[in-house]
């Protein structure tokens, strides 16, 4: 349902743009997420933005260096990243929450729908 993309390779202090796209039907009333997972440990989540994109949600670890955005009318959602450096490390994931369950975006098992992921790697 849902497809990531814009991950690579990027040196420290370096920034990626990644990228999102969906059917309308998902777009038009799920809120959006983005979430990380590294190599032997648990998926964790990095930033949402509701539905009509009036508010957004961040992980501390990430606040000042990731933001993100979506455009309903493309149906597609962007997280842009600067300042990379190596603990940004991960597999990336846009999901998917359905608006009507709440303001918690930070649980994976809330999302309905989950894109196939893309790697982001930094080296130092």
């Known amino acids: 349902q849902l497809q990531a993309s814009g991950g690579g390779l990027v040196q420290a202090g370096g920034s990626l743009a990644l990228s999102c796209a969906g059917p309308?039907?998902?777009?038009?009333?799920?809120?959006m997420g983005w979430f990380r997972q590294a190599p032997g440990k648990e998926r964790e989540f990095v930033a949402a933005?509701?539905?009509?994109?009036?508010?957004?949600f961040y992980a501390d670890s990430v606040k000042g260096r990731f933001t993100i955005s979506r455009d309903n009318a493309k149906n597609t959602l962007a997280l842009q990243i600067s300042n990379l450096n190596p603990e940004d490390t991960a597999v990336y994931y846009c999901?998917?929450?359905?608006?009507?369950?709440?303001?918690?975006?930070?649980?994976?098992?809330?999302?309905?729908?989950w894109g196939q992921g893309t790697q982001v790697t930094v080296s130092s």
């Open positions: 999901a998917a929450q359905p608006s009507w369950i709440g303001n918690d975006h930070t649980r994976p098992s809330r999302y309905h729908y």
């Open positions: 309308k039907r998902i777009f038009s009333t799920y809120d």
């Open positions: 933005i509701n539905w009509s994109g009036s508010r957004v």
